[in-house]
């Protein structure tokens, strides 16, 4: 298994640098005679969420030989010449144009993976409809065939890692998923190991909705934003929590299982046995069964009509109808809304996040759930905490849990 890696924490902090594009060495000379940051390394060389490793400044001359010394690990490569400053034109460095990371993003209806170079940007990605019940030796034989059509269009011919989500509280330093609600079969499973030996190259698993934050971190909407909430809404709900650049974990890996909150103590029967849950009252599920209610009810007759002629509902049909005006879906979403929000309004006003976003399959039902989300959280949180928040709809969309899936495992590469 061939996994080049830099050789100490000088180098590391270099790759992080190049992962956001090329550079010319003079600039690269620049960032780290500039101020230093706590620790040494330069302020200007650190993203606002300071996820890089702070090793001490270096002179010129340690800067290109640790250059060189990553050039002839096969890590970085010459780029040419930069543009002149005025004087002698700079050499430019890159990431090397060979590095492939894969990104997967395994969710409980559909599996999607996707390879991006050392910089993340997507080169190809492919999905399918995956149920993720008929457990873990049937969707990673999907994962693998899905990576073996990306190999097919020559978007590789060897990996250099490949980070995975699943839909479930995964414990990080083990890389196996843990009593995972809505995965019969899957405690334990060991499939960080399992990715790797198939795949031939390092390997990361996280839970999705932590990958999907990193992939807001690196390319969406909080790329300039070190402390905030990703809320995923779709077959189940749950919540990344960014601080200060990094996933927080907790102790266990089960920081941010918010969908097990319960909102209820009457409420319905949750996947997880509770009763009352947020997820039992708008998850996927959560709302296809409310929306059918509504269909055979005679509430929404735009819902019968779906029902009648696919014989099952979801929140895709929820969308549909509202935006066709049809007033039970819309009083399905700010119903659901309504909860989320008031779960929502409880964190913020507890975490402070600088910005909340909301994705997932049910975020796609748009802006009425974002208006009702926003309503609650502003009305309950406290004026400290939301003077200044913005509450955001994803825009990376289907790509966040890829992107994120490749950021995980190059923050392993790119590390000493």
Not at 119 to 139: F, K, M, N, Y
């Amino acid at each position: 298994m061939k996994s080049n890696r830099p050789e100490n924490s000088h180098q590391a902090a270099l790759l992080r640098v190049l992962r956001d594009g090329p550079r010319s060495r003079a600039e690269l000379a620049d960032l780290i005679a500039g101020p230093a940051a706590p620790g040494g390394f330069p302020v200007s060389a650190l993203p606002v969420s300071g996820v890089y490793p702070h090793p001490g400044r270096m002179s010129r001359s340690k800067l290109n030989s640790e250059l060189d010394q990553l050039v002839g690990l096969g890590l970085v490569e010459l780029d040419g010449l930069a543009a002149s400053r005025g004087g002698r034109r700079s050499g430019q460095v890159r990431l090397s144009r060979n590095t492939r990371f894969a990104g997967i993003d395994i969710g409980a209806t559909s599996v999607d993976v996707a390879v991006t170079d050392g910089e993340l940007r997507v080169l190809g990605h492919v999905s399918e409809p995956c149920d993720i019940r008929l457990g873990p030796a049937h969707v990673l034989d999907r994962v693998l065939v899905l990576a073996g059509k990306l190999r097919e269009q020559g978007l590789f011919t060897q990996l250099h890692g490949a980070g995975i989500g699943v839909p479930g509280p995964v414990s990080f330093a083990e890389g196996f998923p843990v009593a995972p609600p809505i995965m019969p079969g899957w405690d334990r499973y060991p499939m960080r190991e399992t990715v790797s030996q198939e795949l031939g190259c390092p390997a990361m698993l996280d839970n999705d909705v932590n990958i999907m934050a990193l992939g807001e971190l690196h390319a969406g909407v909080a790329r300039q934003v070190g402390d905030f909430l990703l809320l995923k809404i779709g077959t189940g709900i749950g919540c990344g929590i960014v601080v200060d650049g990094k996933i927080y974990r907790g102790v266990s890996g089960s920081a941010g299982d918010i969908g097990h909150m319960r909102v209820d103590e009457l409420g319905p029967v949750c996947a997880c046995g509770n009763t009352g849950c947020l997820e039992a009252y708008f998850g996927g599920a959560a709302l296809a069964s409310q929306a059918q209610a509504a269909a055979r009810s005679g509430r929404s007759s735009f819902l019968a009509e779906r029902l009648a002629a696919a014989g099952r509902l979801s929140a895709e049909d929820v969308a549909a109808a509202a935006t066709q005006g049809d007033a039970a879906a819309i009083q399905l979403i700010r119903d659901g809304g309504r909860r989320v929000g008031q779960v929502l309004a409880g964190l913020v006003s507890f975490f402070n996040p600088g910005l909340v976003i909301i994705a997932g399959g049910v975020a796609q039902l748009g802006h009425v759930l974002l208006a009702e989300i926003r309503s609650v959280v502003y009305r309950r949180s406290l004026p400290l905490a939301t003077g200044n928040l913005p509450i955001v709809l994803s825009e990376l969309e289907d790509i966040a849990g890829v992107v994120g899936g490749a950021r995980l495992i190059s923050d392993h590469v790119y590390s000493a």
